[in-house]
């Protein structure tokens, strides 16, 4: 929808959100599901719910997205899809043969109130198979949240410490968590950060990534991999939605994380969760459930973010950064020195996720810019929060305006009143754009009409690099385009 007549005064609706800039909750809960090895995500809900969520993702990944539907009807609707799921999980494990089906709820099953832990307890599960389940009502927070919540999900009705048995699983694995294994953490775990497995070499790291595209997790773990590090990491969507062609259709890529790891999961001695709204919960049902301290940090988007999550890997592997990093990281800063006079005091506008804008933000301000709006349409204050703590070191805090549950038609019209040289978020600023000529650089999710990007990471030195890179070549592009002829040069 787009907002052509300026206003005597920005309208900052409670109650309506017009163009927001996030999607419903089953989005997230399914591309969680599929950075699983072998696991069929299933929405329990309408037919129309599914092949909007899986058309969404197709869209931005490029790829085909499968996931199955309870397929309620008017029947279910009224009396529950209590069979329904059961019919649909027996049907699945006969014919398309998962080793795990993940079943996240929809507006409509949520509304009816079925009780997923009592339906799935209930089912017949074949050996050595998993159903988990997370509740995913899309009337309150949006595709982060549900992606926090199938994550919390896997680790929830999964992992085990103790040295669990890779096969462990079949029917209890998968109907709920053990009320013994809520009880809390152990004794000795999470005050020490070490669980006792040996020494650096033997030790596990659970990596949990934050809402972030294929690219960026393969990036998350080559700087882990730099460090020698064993991991894990859940949910790991490398090696599904970023595929290879290899001429043949393959319902379960070969990439995810294996039920085995993740069950194994409860013997990590530490987890790195990136991306606070996105892994907080996964990150605390580990504690809270085996006993694995965590370390909360935001997406590692531009250098200080970076920096903190490779120290972070050093802590862990209690070895000093390698050379191979530190290289990457004087690259960037290099590169930011370079492109110094094209960035600096120029201001953006950013939208999209929480986790995403937290790192978006901080990563401009390095660049010597002004985010003059960071909007995300989530219900995530601390998001504004920390925006804010960023903005006031950097002396921006009378510039810079940052909003949770806000969308992009209150961005148009502040931009209308208020001007920035460039934008930054997904596909849905795409209008804004073109109704008030400014350069749109493309960050984020959804992004539906580009290619490749999720391919390309912006997190690490590495991805630092791509957006100084991105956003310079949108602003000297605009120069080219409208600077006088007698300042039209081939060198900048
Ligand atoms: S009905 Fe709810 S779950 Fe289904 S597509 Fe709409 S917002 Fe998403």
Redesign the pocket.
């Known amino acids: 929808m787009l907002e052509l007549t300026p206003r005597a005064e920005v309208n900052e609706r409670k109650a309506l959100r017009i163009n927001p800039a996030k999607t419903?909750?089953?989005?997230g809960a399914l591309y969680a599901a599929l950075g699983v090895h072998g696991c069929m995500p299933h929405s329990h809900?309408?037919q129309?719910?599914v092949s909007?969520?899986r058309m969404f993702l197709t869209r931005h990944f490029k790829d085909p997205v499968m996931a199955s539907t309870s397929a309620f009807t008017e029947g279910a609707s009224v009396f529950g899809g209590g069979s329904n799921l059961t019919n649909a999980c027996r049907n699945l494990f006969d014919t398309y043969d998962p080793e795990i089906i993940a079943v996240h709820t929809?507006?409509?099953s949520e509304t009816i109130g079925d009780d997923l832990n009592s339906i799935v307890s209930a089912m017949d599960i074949p050996e050595g198979k998993h159903v988990v389940y997370c509740n995913?009502p899309?009337?309150a927070g949006s595709h982060v949240t549900g992606y926090a919540n199938m994550i919390a999900g896997f680790v929830r009705h999964l992992a085990q410490g103790g040295g669990a048995e890779s096969g462990a699983g079949g029917a209890d694995a998968g109907a709920g968590a053990p009320a013994a294994t809520d009880a809390g953490a152990p004794a000795d775990a999470g005050a020490t950060g070490a669980k006792g497995r040996g020494g650096p070499a033997a030790r596990q790291l659970a990596l949990i990534p934050g809402f972030v595209n294929p690219g960026d997790m393969r990036e998350m773990k080559r700087l882990a991999e730099a460090f020698g590090i064993n991991y894990t990491m859940l949910p790991d969507t490398s090696g599904v939605l970023d595929a290879p062609m290899t001429g043949h259709f393959e319902l379960y890529p070969k990439g995810g994380t294996s039920v085995a790891d993740i069950i194994r999961l409860g013997d990590a001695d530490a987890t790195i969760a990136l991306g606070e709204v996105a892994t907080f919960a996964a990150a605390n049902e580990l504690r809270k459930k085996c006993g694995v301290p965590e370390t909360m940090l935001g997406l590692p988007i531009g250098v200080r973010a970076t920096d903190a999550y490779v120290m972070a890997l050093a802590d862990f592997a209690q070895r000093d950064v390698p050379w191979t990093l530190e290289e990457e990281r004087g690259q960037l800063v290099d590169i930011l020195i370079d492109a110094h006079p094209y960035l600096d005091g120029r201001s953006c506008a950013l939208y999209g996720d929480a986790d995403t804008l937290v790192g978006l933000t901080s990563a401009v301000l390095e660049m010597g810019m002004v985010p003059k709006y960071v909007f995300t349409t989530g219900p995530h204050p601390e998001m504004v929060s920390r925006c804010e703590a960023l903005f006031e070191e950097y002396g921006l805090q009378e510039s810079c305006l940052a909003k949770a549950e806000a969308d992009l038609f209150e961005l148009h019209q502040r931009v209308i009143h208020d001007r920035v040289d460039v934008l930054l978020g997904g596909t849905f600023g795409k209008q804004i754009a073109r109704a008030e000529d400014i350069p749109l650089v493309r960050v984020g999710f959804p992004i539906i009409d580009r290619y490749v990007h999720s391919y390309m990471p912006i997190v690490g030195y590495r991805g630092g690099m791509r957006l100084v890179e991105m956003i310079a070549n949108a602003l000297m592009d605009r120069f080219d385009r409208d600077c006088a002829e007698e300042e039209f040069e081939l060198v900048m």
């Open positions: 419903c909750q089953p989005v809900g309408s129309g719910c909007f969520h929809t507006c409509l995913t899309s009337y």
